[in-house]
């Protein structure tokens, strides 16, 4: 009854990083007792959600359909200059905490983009829950880089905690 077979199989159909986890947990508390195991449970989470968020889902957006839609990133253009059309723009959406894990994705995705025939590129923060400072920095050079390709990189819909957060590095 201490070992619950039923569960495994679930991990084992359901994710199997969660069922390598619970196998090397199980076996850890054989080996180095209940605390040992317990310690090797919490760090193999952590592991393994770091594992996780650091391959968030980055996903490149069409171009948005209508005036109505474009509305919706309407924020960071500069009055001044705004995209004349939609194929003067690159959308990145990015989803999830920014942090040292995905700091080098964050760049590579913003330099696939800037490699486009665009003159803009929005990055679309609306999923962005924290920027920590590694991907501010990673951040800061995709703005760099950018600029030296004449390109325009802006924020979109960011939430007010991440903006104080960008402001603030």
Known sequence: SIVDVGAFR??????????LIALGCTAG???LGPIGGLVLAVVATMVDMVRRVAGS????LEPPEGDWEMERFAAVADPDTPPSDLDEVSFV???GPLFFANADTLRDRVEAAAA???RWIVLDFES??????????ALADAVTMAHDRS????????????KDLLDGY
Do not use: K, N
């Open 116 to 118: 486009e025939p665009v």
């Open 93 to 95: 959406r990015l989803t």
């Open 57 to 60: 889902p980055w996903v490149t």
């Open 29 to 31: 508390v054989l080996v």
């Open 151 to 162: 390109q325009v990189l802006a924020v979109a819909r960011a939430s007010d905690a991440v």
């Open 10 to 19: 679930e991990f084992a159909r359901v994710r199997r990083s969660e069922f």
């Open 128 to 137: 962005v829950t924290d920027v920590d400072p590694t991907a501010s920095e």
